[in-house]
């Protein structure tokens, strides 16, 4: 079945640091691939997403590329900041289910000042 | 944005208790509202699928007859731990669908702990 693998937390990083979280899928057909967020107390929340290969997926500063030949959505930001400290999760969408997720175990990014 | 409401946010219960979740979409009507369970340092992993007005679709190896979904409305989806033991202590949470646009919005989460 499908299933999605990303790095192990937790991750901390001073503030203007570059951020990469790896993260690699396996999945028949072509997947929908996702990052999402969760603050502290909140719901998880999407940040970007693509729907086919070599797509980039952008929002808040966060970057993903779509890489079918290395199954893999990495997440990267220039210069994280004390706000984006957060629990991220990978997660695709496969077999034609806009809704139905499948979900890496989340890392939680800690940013200091 | 849409917003779902989630409650309780946490909750302590005897083993052999029942304990019931509410996830609430606030602001649209879902059709569908998805359960999902994360142990510890482990995958969020989907559990069912809620259908309003019908019955909830479960992954495999999860008990139907342990986690009771209802969704009763096009707002409200309730999963009910029933006679809880401490190997269901987990981390809940649900999400709804919003059909005009395909996004989904995630509640809060509940976490539960059986004594």
């Known amino acids: 079945g499908d299933s999605v693998t990303q790095m192990e937390g937790p991750v901390t990083l001073s503030e203007e640091a570059f951020l990469t979280i790896n993260c690699t899928y396996t999945?028949?057909?072509?997947?929908?691939l996702f990052w999402y967020v969760q603050y502290p107390g909140e719901g998880l929340q999407l940040l970007l997403k693509?729907?086919?290969?070599?797509d980039k997926g952008s929002n808040k500063g966060f970057e993903a590329t779509y890489r079918k030949e290395t199954t893999s959505f990495h997440l990267e930001k220039g210069s994280v900041q004390v706000s984006d400290s957060a629990v991220y999760f990978c997660?695709?969408?496969?077999?034609?289910?806009?809704?139905?997720?499948?979900f890496g175990k989340g890392t939680l990014l800690t940013v200091n000042p | 944005g849409a917003v779902v409401s989630q409650h309780p946010s946490w909750v302590i219960c005897k083993s052999g208790t029942s304990v019931k979740i509410e996830c609430r979409s606030l602001?649209?009507?879902?059709?569908?509202m998805f359960w999902y369970r994360q142990f510890p340092k482990q995958s969020l992993m989907l559990m069912a699928t809620?259908?309003?007005?019908?019955?909830?679709?479960?992954e495999q190896g999860v008990e139907k007859d342990k986690f009771l979904i209802n969704h009763a409305s096009l707002t409200l989806s309730t999963l009910t731990v029933t006679s809880a033991h401490p190997e269901d202590s987990s981390f809940y949470i649900c999400?709804?669908?919003?059909?005009?646009?395909?996004?989904?919005?995630f509640g809060s989460g509940t976490q539960l702990s059986v004594l």
């Open positions: 999400s709804a669908g919003q059909p005009t646009n395909e996004k989904l919005f």
């Open positions: 999945a028949t057909g072509y997947p929908s």
């Open positions: 693509a729907t086919k290969a070599d």
């Open positions: 997660a695709l969408t496969g077999g034609g289910s806009n809704y139905k997720l499948t």
């Open positions: 602001d649209f009507q879902a059709t569908t």
């Open positions: 809620s259908n309003e007005g019908s019955k909830a679709t479960y």
